[in-house]
């Protein structure tokens, strides 16, 4: 006899299947006909509409019953990311899609960039400027640290146009994981923390808009080789958080 986990599972599988047998937008029957239908209990279908529901697949709407409804996704990602509960080696897996994602989206970068996107990383580069100037000239720790604490929310506000651009709905949304994930890792307060970083933000962005995306990949695999290099420290660090 399977147990009642594997019975919830089975059942949210087989009302999964109904879905895909019947009109995707059309309302679901109701908990007691899916007894009928699939030969559990009550409880059993209330659990696994129950999941359904928190994976975004259904949804309950008033006077209209339970519906289904086109899911996010990474729409269920973002709860768990959120509690912070990943292991090392989920988030490990995360950070290296991302830099996966970041070397091979340049086509449809330079596909969508407008002036509106170039004017966005035009002031996001300068701002990012100021603040390195600023980090140079300050003998305050206090102030480094607050410093750099703005300089890893810019760091991640470039990243994030740029998969932005991309105009692809489910890039951003994996892209809000991560600016989750990212800001979890310590500021560089180290005054020559660009002394290894091979292109800098202000090298992407003058080939954004001057140069190929071919020139652009290139460019993003050398800005992120310190971040591939130094990946498990940083993983690390997000895990100790």
Known sequence: MKDDVSLVEQTQRDILEYISKNNSNAQLPKEQEFVGLLGVSRVVVR????RLRALGIIETKRKKGTVVVVP???GGLKAIVMSGLLD???LR????LRLMLEIGMADFVFRNKN?????KLEEIVACEVELERQLI???DDDEAREIAEKLRDVDIRFHSTLFETTANKSLMDFQYLLRHLFSLYA???KKDFHSHTIVTHVGLFNLLRNGTADAFRMAMRLHLKTQFE?????VDKAVTK
């Open 230 to 234: 130094n990946m498990e420290v940083l």
């Open 115 to 119: 002036e509106e996107i170039i004017r």
């Open 93 to 96: 897996d995360l950070y290296q």
């Open 187 to 189: 500021p560089r307060v």
């Open 72 to 74: 996010e996704i990474f």
């Open 47 to 50: 659990e696994a509409l129950s």
């Open 137 to 139: 000239r300050t003998e």
């Open 88 to 90: 090392r080696d989920t």
